[in-house]
């Protein structure tokens, strides 16, 4: 398994620099310029795709990049340029199959965009996770197949400042530019081990969740960490801050994290709950000088929690009502499950929750005979047959 390691490995260890000079591509940033790409898609049956999105700046998440590899031409298609219409080419790539790195994000982003779900993926994330590997992200795998380093600031950069630097665009065609040689490494892996079929299972569930999209925000979003300790004031002041945090964020456009964090909110909020006073609950945090113009609102928004009653807030939501709390019995064939399935994993030399996740491990021992719906096909057949569901067989 290691063998495929050797050619970059060696060039390292024998002190040859592995140079990449970054792909040519075209860039697409004018109304109309997608004619070349829409051409290029049209003769093939597969495509390399990856996103660029500024949730790191902006309130609210926006994809700003596509980068496509087509028949080994990159192209890069700016999504804010003004007057981009992109209904053409989301109908033609909606029947390719795409090579796609950790798509998760990615094909919700585009399903919440416009609706697109793609036909197919071979996603290398998914891949490398079935085969075991430890180090699973893009920048690790390129590296360690290909001697190749991806600029780190490309991973935090603002993706919808204009113009984009040729340095970021270099960084964005790299994105794409090796997914099929990876996607090939990791296939011929895949198959050796006899894994394939479980990836295509992955990439087909893949597909699913992302044709979901984002979860939408609830009234409750505003219960964050140990809020569920809170009984008292602690829960009005929680609520007002995190939405005075919200308010701050849409006025400011910047993601709710970069205005403060949710320990910042948990600690007022638990200092409101052991009775402290509006000064002492602010003094019980430590604002740095950004903090300094928001300040006053705050204080507000500390001031508006106290005063709230906690039993006028939103309430939690109602436990489903066809749902029964496992029995001891129950709880106990979770466990020995969830010993099966840890040693079917380190046999197999990947993550247990690969197999079977927590949630799924309850719904199993709850419904033992239903194994085959709560499960993926593979991961039905690596349980099914081990002693904790054999036994009830």
Wanted: hydrophobic share 40%; proline share 6%; charged share 25%.
């Amino acid at each position: 398994m290691i063998s495929r390691f050797l050619p970059s490995r060696l060039r390292r260890l024998l002190g040859v620099k592995v140079t990449t000079r970054p792909p040519s591509y075209q860039l697409l940033d004018q109304p109309g310029s997608l004619t070349p790409l829409l051409t290029a898609l049209e003769k093939v049956d597969e495509v390399a795709l990856d996103t660029e999105a500024d949730n790191m700046y902006h309130y609210k998440t926006r994809v700003c990049l596509l980068q496509f590899l087509v028949d080994g031409d990159v192209f890069l298609v700016d999504v804010l340029a003004p007057g981009q219409n992109l209904d053409s080419l989301w109908e033609i790539l909606a029947k390719k199959h795409l090579i796609m790195h950790g798509s998760d994000f990615d094909l919700r982003l585009l399903h919440d965009l416009c609706r697109f779900r793609p036909h197919s993926v071979f996603d290398t994330m998914l891949a490398a996770q079935l085969l075991g590997l430890q180090r699973i992200g893009l920048a690790s795998l390129l590296e360690h197949h290909f001697g190749v380093a991806l600029d780190k600031d490309g991973q935090k950069a603002n993706w919808s400042k204009r113009p984009i630097t040729p340095k970021l665009l270099n960084y964005a065609a790299l994105d794409v530019w090796h997914l099929p040689a990876l996607r090939d490494i990791l296939r011929r892996e895949l198959k050796k081990l006899g894994r394939l079929d479980w990836l295509e299972q992955q990439c087909r569930a893949q597909i699913e969740a992302g044709s979901e999209g984002f979860a939408p925000a609830t009234e409750n979003d505003w219960r964050i960490g140990r809020s569920e300790r809170l009984r008292g004031p602690g829960l009005s002041v929680l609520h007002a801050v995190w939405h005075w945090r919200e308010s701050q964020a849409q006025r400011l456009d910047t993601p709710p994290f970069k205005v403060c964090g949710n320990s910042l909110l948990l600690t007022l909020a638990e200092a409101a709950e052991a009775g402290g006073s509006e000064s002492s609950i602010l003094n019980a945090v430590h604002l740095g000088k950004r903090h300094e113009r928001i300040f006053p609102s705050l204080a507000a928004a500390v001031r508006n929690g106290l005063e709230r009653d906690p039993k006028s807030l939103p309430r939690r939501p109602g436990r489903d009502p066809n749902h029964v709390s496992l029995s001891q019995s129950e709880i106990e064939h979770q466990d020995r499950i969830r010993a099966d399935r840890d040693r079917v994993a380190q046999k197999l030399g990947i993550e247990p929750t690969l197999i079977a996740n927590r949630s799924l491990l309850s719904q199993i021992a709850r419904s033992p005979k239903k194994i085959e719906e709560i499960l993926l096909p593979w991961q039905a057949s690596l349980l099914r047959n081990e002693p904790a569901l054999k036994e009830i067989r």
